[in-house]
């Protein structure tokens, strides 16, 4: 199994960043997948998630209208689009694969988001 997250990186206030985590090992279009992130000194907390078939989705309140989340079945792949950032979004993204009925979970090994000027 594995969960593997890229796509971070510096950038400035009011930027955009595209987060994937590739996934394989598993069913992956059996998952409901999430996003997760951890700033230095607080705890990790969820960000977005997405339902196994992509019907539904969602956010946290500080990413409401900012952040998008979707996925991809063929390519095994789940994405976070990330547009007018805040220095508050800098954090360590994880990406969380839950199995149905929440009966195992499989995490990526992070990418680290830095917001500033």
């Known amino acids: 199994v594995q969960v593997v997250e890229s796509g971070g990186g510096m950038v400035q206030p009011g930027g955009s960043l595209r987060l994937s985590c590739a996934a394989s090992?598993?069913?992956?279009?059996?998952?409901?997948m999430s996003w997760f992130r951890q700033a230095p000194g607080k705890e990790r907390g969820l960000v977005a998630d997405i339902t196994s078939s992509g019907d539904s989705t969602n956010y946290v309140d500080s990413v409401k209208g900012r952040f998008t989340i979707s996925r991809d079945n063929v390519k095994n792949t789940v994405y976070l689009q990330m547009n007018s950032l805040k220095p508050e979004d800098t954090a360590v993204y994880y990406c969380?694969?839950?199995?149905?009925?929440?009966?195992?979970?499989?995490w990526g090994q992070g990418t680290q988001v830095t917001v500033s000027s």
């Open positions: 969380r694969a839950r199995a149905p009925f929440g009966i195992r979970d499989y």
């Open positions: 090992g598993f069913t992956f279009s059996l998952y409901a």
